[in-house]
């Protein structure tokens, strides 16, 4: 079955950092680009980052540009959101998507709150 | 970056009526369009891709149209199950965008 699970939310202060994982199963991590999406409580979709399946690819949308970094581990089918700098704002539920988001994980809650 | 605007934004209507929902890109992103399906407290769901090409195992009351800048998403007959929130996705460049969303209630 494919698969993805998301971990590593949880509630940290402003500025804090957090790291979300994905694990990916089911199907060949590697032969897929990955994405970041979150969704604030009660608002729409929004695009995070995204990584070519070699990693040679990475984009990220502006709100996160030079706060968060996108990475994965191939060789553990793993997808991961390193997250600096954290504010309010960055309150959401994130999930990981496969390749043209075809597939995704029920998400992780971060909370950013003093 | 180019915008993508949904409308309506909340559309009632009641089983078996046939719906449709509108988005319109700020500039042409040909047919790099994504339409996914979401209900309360679960994961988005792909619907259609490619504007028109339904996804594997989505019914096919479903179907997508359109190019360039404007698009639809048509449900042939509503079922109690597709009352949920849609949203369409431009993936033809970065920063991928979604439009706010249509929330279809039952009439």
């Known amino acids: 079955e494919v698969q993805l699970v998301e971990s590593g939310g949880g509630l940290v202060k402003p500025g804090g950092s957090l790291r979300l994982s994905c694990a990916a199963s089911?199907?060949?991590?590697?032969?897929?680009?990955m994405n970041w999406v979150r969704q604030a409580p009660g608002k729409g979709l929004e695009w995070v980052s995204s990584?070519?399946?070699?990693?040679?690819?990475?984009y990220y949308a502006d709100s996160v540009k030079g706060r968060f970094t996108i990475s994965r581990d191939n060789a553990k089918n793993s997808l991961y959101l390193q997250m600096n700098s954290l504010r309010a704002e960055d309150t959401a539920v994130y999930y990981c998507?496969?390749?043209?988001?075809?597939?995704w994980g029920k998400g992780t809650t971060v909370t950013v709150s003093s | 970056d180019i915008q993508m605007t949904q409308s309506p934004s909340t559309l009632s209507a009641s089983v078996g009526d046939r719906v449709t929902i509108t988005c319109r890109a700020s500039?042409?992103?040909?047919?790099?369009l994504a339409w996914y399906q979401q209900k309360p407290g679960k994961a988005p769901k792909l619907l259609i891709y490619?504007?028109?090409s339904l996804e594997s195992g989505v019914p096919s009351r479903f179907s997508g149209s359109g190019s360039g800048t404007e698009f639809t998403l048509t449900i042939s007959s509503l079922q109690p199950d597709d009352f949920a929130t849609y949203y369409c996705?431009?993936?033809?460049?970065?920063?991928?965008?979604f439009g706010q969303g249509t929330r279809l209630e039952i009439k």
């Open positions: 490619k504007a028109s």
């Open positions: 089911g199907f060949t991590f590697s032969s897929y680009s």
């Open positions: 500039q042409s992103i040909s047919s790099w």
């Open positions: 998507a496969r390749g043209n988001m075809d597939v």
């Open positions: 996705q431009q993936y033809n460049s970065y920063p991928i965008t």
């Open positions: 990584i070519s399946s070699s990693s040679s690819y990475i």
